[in-house]
């Protein structure tokens, strides 16, 4: 029998949903927002992240506050009954938190092993080969967590249950540093002190206010476990602590060995590493820019930090070369400060009072539930005595009771009817031990209660008091300090004693200069002598001149890009060219991204006032320079300016006052500086200065300088207000027009 050919049915495919932009973010994007900002990456007012809170207490439930490590395998693999992203992320929170890694000034976990340090990068062992356990230091962090001081929640497969908070009797947040980036925000908070944030927490809590001199005077500076040096600013200082948001510089700690000739570097900044410095370090010596250093070797090991650099003989002062490697290398950095916490669920950026101020409700909190939880264990001890009491007045009734009740059921309710009292005082009563009902053992049990009535009192009487509370910490607090307070290893240092800066640019010569660059990106450096010779430049085919600008040899140069992104060099990095010479391609000198091309040159000697861009989509603004400032002497930026149409021209604000602006349809607007916004942010379009009409657009803006070459009818070229359709330009040469058009 032959077969019947099966024919399958084909269906056409569903239709895509596609629904509005705003539903697609509120039900996809929202959520993983703010599971990143509350569940992971930022730390709330205990001064924890939730997988430290995870970890921390899993090895509290483990019984580590005492007794012998334990293979850290071991506590990562427990730790994830709470933290379900893998053994590998907890086991690196595990080592940020010990003690051998160096990161915290106090830290939370004693081990044994290779956990690498925070000054290096070193690596740490795998779990299987190191041990940990609770540093004794943790007592500080888990007082009363088994008496209800902190709310617990269910843990993710809600087979068992975790603390929200650690009950911290200090400001944690203050004392352990922290970064963390979510989605839209991000936080960074330094390290402090721990004696002195005792102090000054002590000092808010007894006074209720503490004054800005004060706060200096108490809370000196960030203090940090790598040490160093903070270049001390009193009110750059002063603005972090009110803002929570700001920068400060950390220089490392050296000494010079003379007979050696070798300087020692033994504290780095918190921020970096022995490595990267070495590194940074090796580069100018490459480059010919440190002659006098003949070796860098990095020496950490585990038993510290140590960079040894050699000097050649007949090298230059040691301070004066050091000052350049401050300049030029990780040996001083910037740390930036964002006190972004979470409260109540929410993220707020506060300042180090506010922070103090959430704190200590926190910890009233906290106290006052640890208070009321042990006043109703007394009270219920105390009930029970009340009902051994009354049994104290007749023991040979309750026996006899006891005795002459035929089932086991109807006991506690003789009991109760019998001294009239209720079915717990009952119960208690029944359970003693035949040898323990003797007038004796019942007198000395109800002794107890004057003294429990007493401590009931005390404890409500502390309770109802927000002020004894606080007394009790400011207590605490002393005791913290006293056991665990260790002097600052983070010094300061003045603007005084720091000395002058010498950077590596200022071996290069100062001399003044004329810089060109052509259409296609061709750079040259010619000296005005050689100009004054001859002035006929050299270009490719079809190449001609884009923009020049006279300046200084050491002048910094950005080139911006047809990619909207700026390359900055000095001009030191050129050689010296005569006009006849070709010069350096950009995109090649500065390795440019693949078909980017240069659209346009800024010379200048510091980030002072603004600069106005024009576009040719008309729109043009007006933008701070020193929004181009890098700190960590950074040559690309990304995103430096409006990218969603050509650029047309840029110039310094200052240099002119108002700008003609002319289109390819043959209209001309005259646009003063002022109608121009300003905005803070690089990539801003600013407004609309010249209507277009459909397919036309900007192409040429110059400087109008009346007094040089006046237009002849320029009144109809200004308008008061903007954007306008400009005037037909009548005031040109048609060649140059023509010229204009081509190019």
């Avoid at 509350?38 to 506050?65: C, N, Q, W």
């Avoid at 249950?161 to 970064?179: D, G, H, K, R, Y």
């Avoid at 972090?240 to 000494?255: P, S």
Wanted: charge should be neutral; glycine fraction near 6%.
């Amino acid at each position: 029998m032959a077969k019947k050919k099966i024919e399958k049915e084909i269906l056409p495919p569903a239709p895509i949903e596609i629904g509005e932009i705003s539903d697609v973010v509120e039900t996809n994007y929202m959520p993983y927002a703010m599971s990143v900002i509350v569940s992971r990456a930022i730390p709330e007012i205990d001064g924890f992240k939730p997988s430290h809170r995870k970890l921390l207490y899993t090895m509290y439930k483990m019984g580590l506050m005492t007794g012998q490590t334990t293979k850290c395998a071991k506590v990562s693999g427990a730790t994830m009954n709470l933290n379900p992203h893998g053994d590998a992320s907890i086991y690196e929170t595990l080592v940020r938190l010990t003690t051998a890694r160096e990161s915290l000034l106090h830290p939370f976990i004693e081990s044994k092993g290779t956990f690498g340090k925070q000054y290096s990068d070193l690596p740490y062992a795998a779990s299987r080969y190191t041990e940990c356990k609770l540093d004794k230091f943790c007592e500080t962090i888990f007082e009363g967590i088994d008496k209800d001081a902190v709310d617990f929640v269910d843990s993710y497969d809600h087979t068992s249950t975790e603390p929200v908070l650690l009950p911290t009797a200090f400001p944690n947040i203050l004392v352990s540093p922290n970064s963390g980036i979510a989605v839209g925000l991000a936080s960074r908070i330094c390290s402090f002190n721990l004696a002195e944030v005792c102090d000054l927490t002590s000092l808010y809590l007894k006074n209720g206010a503490v004054s800005d001199d004060e706060l200096m005077d108490v809370l000196k500076a960030p203090d940090f476990s790598t040490g160093a040096y903070i270049i001390y600013d009193r009110a750059k200082m002063l603005s972090i602590y009110k803002k929570g948001e700001g920068t400060f510089k950390v220089r490392a700690k050296y000494t010079y060995d003379k007979s050696e000739r070798r300087i020692l570097i033994e504290e780095i900044p918190y921020t970096t590493t022995a490595e990267k410095i070495k590194d940074a370090i090796v580069k100018p010596v490459r480059d010919g820019k440190l002659n006098d250093i003949s070796d860098v070797r990095n020496e950490t090991d585990l038993k510290g930090l140590r960079i040894a650099i050699d000097l050649k003989r007949g090298a230059v002062d040691p301070e004066k070369l050091m000052a350049k490697l401050f300049r030029a290398t990780p040996l001083e950095d910037t740390f930036a400060c964002n006190f972004t916490v979470l409260i109540g669920g929410s993220p707020r950026t506060l300042g180090v009072m506010e922070l103090i101020d959430e704190w200590c409700a926190f910890r009233i909190e906290c106290l006052r539930r640890i208070y009321i939880y042990d006043c109703g264990k007394k009270k219920d001890k105390l009930h029970l005595l009340y009902g051994l009491k009354e049994i104290l007045l007749d023991i040979d009734k309750a026996v006899r009771i006891v005795r002459n009740t035929e089932l086991e059921a109807d006991v506690v309710p003789n009991l109760m009817e019998g001294f009239g009292i209720d079915e717990i005082q009952a119960e208690y009563v029944a359970d003693i031990k035949l040898r323990y009902m003797n007038r004796e053992y019942i007198l000395k049990r109800i002794d107890e209660i004057d003294d429990l009535e007493k401590e009931i009192a005390e404890l409500e009487e502390i309770i109802n008091s927000d002020k004894k509370i606080k007394n009790v910490i400011v207590k605490q607090l002393a005791d913290i300090k006293k056991k665990y307070g260790k002097p600052r290893k983070t010094l300061l240092i003045y603007g005084e004693d720091v000395g002058t800066d010498i950077s590596l640019e200022e071996e290069h010569e100062e001399y003044p200069v004329v810089a060109f660059l052509s259409k296609d990106g061709y750079f040259k450096k010619c000296l005005p002598s050689s100009l004054r010779v001859s002035d006929n430049h050299l270009y490719k085919e079809n190449d001609s001149l884009l923009t020049s600008s006279e300046t200084t040899n050491c002048s910094e140069i950005l080139f911006l890009t047809s990619s909207a992104q700026v390359y900055k060099a000095h001009l030191y990095d050129f050689g010296v060219l005569k006009a006849s010479q070709m010069g350096a391609y950009v995109p090649g000198a500065l390795t440019m991204d693949p078909g980017e091309k240069t659209v346009a040159m800024l010379c200048l000697n510091n980030y002072d006032g603004d600069i106005v861009l024009f576009f040719a989509n008309g729109k043009g603004v007006r933008i701070p320079l020193d929004s181009y400032k890098t700190v960590n002497n950074r040559r690309k930026l990304v995103k430096a300016f409006y990218a969603d149409s050509p650029l047309i021209a840029l110039f310094k604000i200052g240099e002119c006052g108002e700008y003609l602006l002319r289109t390819d349809n043959c209209r001309a607007l005259l646009v003063n500086v002022e109608q121009i916004v300003r905005k803070t942010t690089r990539t801003s379009s600013g407004s609309q200065l010249i209507t277009l009409k459909k397919g036309a657009s900007v192409v040429s803006v110059e400087p109008y300088n009346p007094t040089v070459k006046p237009l002849q009818k320029e009144s109809k070229y200004r308008k008061s207000v903007l954007p306008a359709a400009g005037a037909v330009f009548e005031d040109f040469d048609p060649e140059i027009l023509q010229q204009t058009l081509i190019n």
